[in-house]
């Protein structure tokens, strides 16, 4: 085909494109499965079987072992598999472990924000808050390390990452939380920074909601296990007995009964990503995501990135302003795209700026990235014609 038969890509074409994404999943969480995924390939031995059975821990010790592989995390980290997904996992970092110093939390979109919101009104503390619009980053430089600080890694509701944790004292006196839900497998995260990190299977893994990951490092464990909050935990937030860790959670003895369906689609989703190449594998694989809608933006005047610093800029959940949208005229944009099964989810988030959001993790194929700029087009002119 020559150049000449190529529409411009900066006018919106009115011609509903002949090829479609084929998998046109770009929903920001529950996120694409991994390419080849089915039912019908997961395991399913530990199925109607107790998950403290034999095979119940044998699973569940091994999708850790697995997690714990693939994000090459040092033997000094914890992992363990809690309930509630992200927001559980968080909330039990914070029921247990807050109060013992100061708090710092860093703000910049709606689930930092939620932080902020248990931290004031259900632990009645008083904490520090360093806060940024959509799009924008707190001055990192700021930031008191004399306190305990909680702050989103990757912000999935405004595309605005940390972009390295140079900003995290090695000399910290507090403890470093990080809600890195879309951030890890996406991201080479500087595990000697993080004493606490929370995330989900449903993000860069693709895999089911309803079950968080704790990652605890050793000095999260000294404050578990020398600190007693003031108020009363719930038994599912219990990390600790008898003054020690409970070391069980962090072998595959959960807390609860988990859903061990859940775990064997995480277990599949685990074993694809270490068939691509591992962490490097797929962080390249959302890099490449990332770069082939920032080429679709580059190429149109009327697509922009909320998070204007490339620096500070997600490679996952990629926020992006529409000229003249608003919220009814988002609605009616990706509406036209859900019902042509061109692109699904792609509104964004509810309380951030009108625009889009798509996401670009590693189980997202970049040819669907590619092949998502011409619908954008045909969707942005029938919205603007009606």
Known sequence: MSDSAVPDATTASTAKPATKPARPYFSSGPCAKPPGWDASKLASESLGRSHRSKIGKTRLQYAIDL?????NLPDTH???????????AFEMAMWTMLGAKPVTTLAWESFGEGWVTDAVKQLKLDPTVLRADYGQL???TQVDWSNDVLFTWNGTTSGVRVPHGDWIPDDREGLSFADATSAVFAYDLPWDKIDVATFSWQKVLGGEGGHGVLILGPRAVERLENYTPAWPL???FRLVSKGKLAEGVFKGETINTPSMLAVEDAIFA?????????????IARSDANAAALQKIVAERDWLGNLAQDEANRSTTSVCLTVEGADEAFIKTFASLLDKEGAAYDVAGYRDAPAGLRIWCGATVETADIEALGPWLDWAYAEAKAA
């Open 67 to 71: 997690m714990r592989e693939l994000l």
């Open 270 to 282: 685990l074993e694809w990503g270490k068939s691509v190449g591992g962490a490097e594998g797929l």
């Open 138 to 140: 707190p001055d990192l």
């Open 78 to 88: 914890r992992i363990g598999i809690v309930p509630g997904s992200d927001t559980g």
């Open 234 to 236: 719930p038994k599912v």
